[in-house]
């Protein structure tokens, strides 16, 4: 075998998401999970708890990820690899625990992670780490045999996930009204966190103010808006910019939020916009309500031309390089070089996250990483 369908030493891949809720009654126990001991205000969670109300308390993110795991299955199926495809979320069924539980009983002992989110960050990567560290202690509890678990490098700049974002901003571009199209802005977004988070984010002292996450977010930007520009010759000015706050109004988050700066644009005389929901992986909640509702009703209410672009979701070149990320881990697993692709100036990410790396307000076990108390 070679390394085009080879997943040895794996012998499983977890799709690792945020989960969300399926009815009305789900919601509140939901924003529970996602929020305890995050310091969340109580107003904020009802107005997010509203959000969900509004599309009759289901996200849509557990029905893409199931659409995403048939994905992953059917291509490395017809790609001749050998590799079973589990899903489990942090927040809502069904759960990582139970998930990993049903993944050591099928005798899975070595397992590789893919988790719903390109970047680093607290938020993004180690509290994915920390709740495969909280499963593992469970299953350890119940006296059951350890799988060792890893997690793919971060995949923001991966040509299968920046090449179907800028096709996807071609396809919105070529929604807006012809005569803003060539001079309409793009306006990358991406989930806000808090400055601190930001700054400490990646390795440490790896990169400057607004650490890997904003470094990351940039170059990926950048990359589709030049890739934008060479397709269309169009001018097409762009701009990283943040949404979905939360957190106390005291403390900085990354700014400036994605409604302030559609009201500078239209200031400023832009003649139109595209929003680009960088940052995610598929039209969740954040990109449904947060885009698609509310900075899009303030797009309206300025009179400014606005679309949003697709997110990668299960479109078959994001699929083909999570094949790839898989196989070239799997290699470098065995002690091989493989190529490994990336886009942008910043270059592959590592593979294993380093000791201290997006760290917690409270030092918390975090599995698939050199600080991970796990093999
Ligand atoms: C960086 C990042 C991503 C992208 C990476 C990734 O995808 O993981 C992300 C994704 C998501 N966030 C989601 C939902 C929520 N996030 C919250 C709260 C927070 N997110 C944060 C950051 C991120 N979040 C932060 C710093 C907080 C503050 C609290 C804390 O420090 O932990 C809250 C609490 C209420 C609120 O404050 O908004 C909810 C309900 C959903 C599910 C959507 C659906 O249901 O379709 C998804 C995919
Ligand atoms: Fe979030």
Redesign the pocket.
């Known amino acids: 075998m070679d390394r085009a369908t080879d997943p040895h030493p794996y012998d499983a891949l977890l799709l690792l998401s945020?989960g969300?809720p399926e009815g009305p009654d789900d919601v509140l126990p939901f924003?529970e999970n996602?929020?305890r001991g995050?310091g969340?205000p109580r107003e904020?969670?009802a107005e997010?708890g509203a959000h969900y109300h509004l599309f009759g308390g289901v996200?849509?993110?557990n029905e893409q990820n199931r659409t995403l795991l048939a994905a992953l299955r059917a291509d490395f199926a017809a790609h001749g690899l050998d590799l079973p495809v589990y899903w489990g979320n942090r927040n809502w069924g069904p759960y990582l625990t139970d998930t990993l539980r049903d993944m050591v009983r099928d005798g899975r002992r070595r397992v590789l992670t893919l988790a719903?989110?390109a970047y680093a960050?607290y938020?993004?990567c180690r509290q994915y780490r920390e709740d495969l560290a909280g499963a593992l202690a469970t299953l350890a509890a119940e006296g059951l045999e350890l799988p060792r678990v890893d997690k793919l490098r971060h995949y923001f700049n991966h040509p299968g996930f920046l090449e179907t974002v800028t096709d996807g901003v071609l396809a919105a571009l070529a929604r807006l009204p012809e005569e803003v199209r060539g001079g309409a802005h793009l306006a990358f977004s991406t989930?806000s966190?808090?400055d601190a988070?930001a700054d400490t984010s990646g390795p440490p002292a790896a990169h400057g103010p607004g650490g890997a996450y904003v470094a990351q977010h940039l170059d990926a930007a950048g990359h589709v808006a030049a890739a934008v520009r060479e397709a269309t010759g169009g001018e097409h000015p762009w701009r990283l910019v943040y949404q979905?706050r939360?957190?106390a109004p005291h403390i900085p988050w990354l700014e400036p939020d994605i409604s302030e700066h559609l009201a500078a644009l239209h200031a400023e005389g832009a003649p139109g916009v595209v929003m680009v929901p960088i940052?995610?992986v598929s039209d969740?909640?954040?990109v449904l309500y947060d885009l698609d509702t509310e900075a899009m009703a303030v797009a309206k209410e300025l009179g400014l031309p606005a679309v949003r672009s697709a997110t990668v979701g299960a479109e078959p070149r994001f699929v083909a390089a999570v094949r790839d990320l898989v196989l070239e881990r799997a290699a470098t697993e065995r002690g091989e070089s493989p190529g490994r692709c990336a886009l942008g100036a910043l270059g592959p990410s590592h593979d294993i996250c380093p000791v201290g790396c997006c760290p917690a307000r409270q030092a918390k076990p975090a599995a698939a990483g050199a600080d991970s108390p796990y093999a």
């Open positions: 945020f969300g924003l996602v929020t995050r969340i904020r969670l997010v996200s849509p993110i719903t989110s960050s938020s993004g989930h966190i808090p988070a979905s939360s957190g940052g995610f969740h909640m954040e």
